[in-house]
């Protein structure tokens, strides 16, 4: 069956909504009249009657009659369809994806492949340049045609936004589950790929990631695999064309962190090559995007400068958003999450990366006020780099998270599906609990993890983002921004399990006690922090350096050598090299303080460290905004190379003491020897306390 593009986009105007739809409205969205809009409903009711659904049109409202599981087969089946005709969104993508890959296009030639005027192309090209970043242009020459002026990295970038807006990260997580490949045509693939990618590659491509994030110790979103899988798959079939990225100087210092050795690896895996003949350049690339990932938790690269630049930043965005909505935020779970957010944030920024985020219209439409604060409060806490309203639009998401919140008493559990980040997930969970507070129990889970999670417990509904196609359960299908019809629906539904035998599951259910299994665990983890924070008092000390030192070097030396008293066989040459001469600066001053912190892990360390030291003379040492200050008063904090996850995160507690807690720092330029060291062994027993609850 063929639709034309107007047609299709009045169909998935219907199944997007939800509801009924204003026909000016539609109108509008599409830029045509209404009259153009009445002659194209013919074609939409036959398509309609097909699949047991009636388009009901009464005093210009448009309505979409039928069972919520023919709406969903249609749904499914939609992307199916072939139509006769491009969009003029989707002719501007299919002309930008041939400038991206052609050196240079004729006007007559384009009109023809895509059966329109040479003005629409000229008018489609002044769109496609509103829309191009700053430093990319499009160069129109008589005689030769038009071009693309951007070079390979920029070129990847549109690529694969390009690849973002016509492949969602939901519809390629479901290509890749084994489940899901039979129902999905190769045609259907090829054509939603835009020709940027052979479903080849791609399929080679997503087993040599799937394998790496099995095998890596960080926890890495569904949408952050997804989008690995794009950039590297185009950066493949780039090269493989001959198009390669140059080796410059960011390049060196890419080299230097270990996801250069992880990037070269994969590359060499999917082009079948030893790892030191893939470009240093090609590495370099993918190390960016690599570091670029967003991390569900920030807990295991510690003890980078970055990880402190972060806290500090979050620390200052949550007071100047306080301060602009007048009112005091929870922040303990708001500065979780934007920490784990920002990380990979702040380093997109720093290379320039762009991402994209499919929400970004909704979020700017429904919290216009939140998403004005959250841009101002930003652009004056980081100044580095300019931000795009997509990043912007992932910290409202935050936000408005942490201000849905409610608490309340509630009576039902649910499986929250969400390919999305933590931010909109959260939104999502937190609107649910306030909406419908008798949802007491809701858990967020990944497209990959919902069915062995859904065979370990019970759960009286599961809500889903992503339209899981046929499944043998029920779920209600939600955007990621609940509308007011689809809550109504959820607690409609949750009544109606107030009576029989959904009732007395979830009765049973808050009455679970602790397995065996789930007791020796507890029990064997508190055991593991207690471990680990007994070495770490034990080999605590806070002592005075009555020498005028002079350099950042002697200062580092005497300290290294300090350590000698509870650790002979330390390696002092290797440390002081380790803070020194490993590229990256481990010690660093925070801002605001006369506190520098002296941070490291390497094979030579085999136990903990947490020490603080007094200067008698001042010192200048960099801060990391890249300005100098002086400093009299150093925290020395050292771990094994391999530590296990426990003893990081211990590690970082005690890191974020000299960042977020003011009675500390000023404890530590103020007080006495006694006083800290109390302070520091109350803070320390009170991370375990709050470990046991």
């Known amino acids: 069956m063929y639709l034309s593009a107007r047609a299709r986009l009045i169909l998935e105007q219907l199944l997007i909504n939800k509801r009924s739809v204003l026909m000016n409205e539609l109108a509008e969205d599409l830029s045509v009249s209404e009259r153009s809009i009445r002659r194209d409903l013919k074609e939409v009711e036959e398509v309609l009657d097909s699949y047991k659904l009636k388009l009901v049109k009464e005093h210009g409202i448009l309505l979409l009659n039928g069972h919520d599981s023919d709406k969903q087969r ?33 006007l007559v030639g384009l009109a023809n492949d895509l059966n329109v005027t040479v003005s629409t192309i000229g008018n489609d090209l002044t769109k496609i340049e509103e829309q191009l970043p700053k430093n990319v242009e499009i160069e129109r020459k008589r005689g030769f045609g038009v071009s ?28 890749f589950q084994d489940k899901s490949r039979d129902l999905v045509t190769s045609e259907r693939i090829e054509g939603r790929l835009l020709d940027l990618v052979s479903e080849p590659l791609l399929k080679k491509v997503e087993q040599t990631i799937k394998i790496w994030r099995n095998n890596n110790l960080e926890t890495i979103s569904d949408e952050a695999y997804a ?49 030191e003949f893939v470009p240093a350049g090609e590495a370099a690339y993918i190390t960016t995007h690599l570091r670029g990932v967003k991390t569900t938790e920030s807990t295991i690269h510690l003890l980078e400068n970055d990880e402190l630049e972060v806290m500090l930043l979050v620390n200052k965005l949550i007071e100047r958003v306080e301060s602009e909505l007048k009112q005091e935020l929870p922040k303990e779970l708001l500065t979780k999450g934007l920490i784990a957010h920002l990380r990979p944030t702040l380093r997109r920024l720093q290379q320039g990366m762009r991402i994209y985020n499919p929400l970004i219209h909704s979020i700017k439409q429904d919290y216009a006020d939140l998403f004005k604060v959250v841009r101002r409060a930003f652009d004056q806490v980081y100044k580095k780099n300019s931000a795009p ?28 599906v969400c390919a999305s980040g933590i931010g909109t997930s959260r939104m999502l969970v937190t609107r649910l609990r306030q909406r419908i507070p008798q949802l007491k129990k809701l858990e967020t889970v990944s497209l990959f993890e919902l069915g062995r999670k859904k065979a ?62 789930e007791a020796t665990h507890f029990l064997e983890q508190r055991q593991l922090f207690t471990s680990i924070v007994l070495t770490i008092l034990k080999n605590f000390s806070y002592s005075n350096l009555n020498k005028n030192l002079g350099t950042m070097e002697d200062t580092i030396r005497v300290i290294c050598t300090q350590l000698l008293e509870k650790a002979p066989a330390l390696d002092v040459e290797a440390l002081v090299r380790t803070f020194l001469y490993d590229g990256n600066w481990k010690a660093f001053g925070i801002p605001g303080t006369k506190i520098g912190m002296f941070h490291a892990r390497n094979e030579t360390i085999k136990e903990p460290f947490f020490q603080l030291f007094s200067l008698e003379q001042p010192i200048f040492i960099e801060t990391m905004d890249q300005t100098k200050i002086a400093i009299d008063r150093i925290v020395l904090l050292l771990a094994p190379e391999k530590f296990s996850q426990e003893g990081l995160e211990v590690i970082s507690y005690i890191s974020t003491l000299f960042v977020n807690d003011q009675h500390m720092i000023q404890q530590l330029e103020q007080g006495m020897n006694e006083e800290i060291t109390t302070y520091v062994v109350q803070k320390l027993l009170t991370f375990i306390e709050e470990r046991e609850k």
């Open 74 to 106: 249609f749904r499914w089946q939609l992307m199916d369809l072939s139509y006769n005709e491009y969009s003029p969104e989707e002719r501007q993508q299919k002309i930008l994806k041939l400038l991206l890959k052609e050196e240079s296009l004729k």
């Open 148 to 175: 693309l002026k951007a070079d390979e990295a920029q070129k990847r970038r549109l690529m694969s936004e390009l690849f973002g807006q016509q492949f969602p990260d939901y519809q390629l997580l479901k290509f």
């Open 227 to 275: 989008n690995l899988i794009v950039h590297i798959s185009i950066s493949v079939e780039r090269m493989i064309a001959g198009n390669y990225i140059q080796a410059c100087t960011s390049s060196d210092e890419m080299t230097s962190y270990p996801e250069f050795i992880t990037a070269q690896g994969l590359l060499a895996d999917i082009l079948e090559m030893e790892p």
């Open 389 to 416: 309203d997509e990043e912007i639009g992932y910290l409202v998401l935050h936000f408005g998270a942490v201000l849905l919140q409610l608490e309340s008493e509630n009576s039902f559990s649910g499986l929250v």
């Open 456 to 517: 370990e417990g019970h759960y009286n509904i599961i809500i889903s983002t992503i339209d899981l196609g046929s499944v043998d359960f029920d779920y209600f299908l939600v955007s990621p921004i609940l509308t007011e019809r689809e809550l109504s629906q959820i607690s409609v539904f949750l009544k109606s399990l107030h009576n029989g035998y959904h009732k007395q599951i979830a009765e049973q259910e808050q009455a679970v006690q602790l397995t065996l299994l």
